[in-house]
């Protein structure tokens, strides 16, 4: 599991910081899902990384698990592909395919680690892998995506996390 502040060091005020650079703050998405920034995404390295968990309990039945993760995979795999240029333009992102692993059993009502890295951009094109990991190390499932990249603009203007 990489090293990560753990998810009870990160205070859930900091949900302006979420995967999408706050796109996904106030949505439909943040009011099922409670997601909390490991490291706010390093576009040098490629990868981003962050907790994840539904704000509501969930039933005991595991397909339920296995649906609401496989729902959680593909909130941001895309945007990890283009966090290297989006200093350069506003990126249209589209994925092209998109694979889960499920390699234990987890609960998706309880904290997972979604570290993510983008392998490959290039000729438009760029390749994430991710990996869910429990509190306690265990690798649950991996994930890989295809998306396609493609410069519709100049950057979006850079808001602190509190404007609106």
Known sequence: MPVTPPVSAIPPEVTGSTPGRGRMRDSPVT?????RPADGGDPARHRQRFWVRTRNRLDDQPLLH???????????????????????????????????????????????????HSTNAAGARGLVNGEFFTQDGKLVASVMQEVLMRPIGPPPERHLPNDR
């Open 31 to 35: 009011r099922v899902l409670d997601l």
């Open 66 to 116: 296995v649906c609401a993760l496989t729902y959680i995979s593909d909130l941001s795999l895309a945007s990890t592909a283009s966090l290297p240029y989006r200093t350069e333009a506003t990126m249209m992102i589209s994925s092209l395919d998109h694979a889960v692993w499920f390699h234990r059993p987890c609960r998706a009502d309880e904290w997972l680690l979604f570290a993510q």
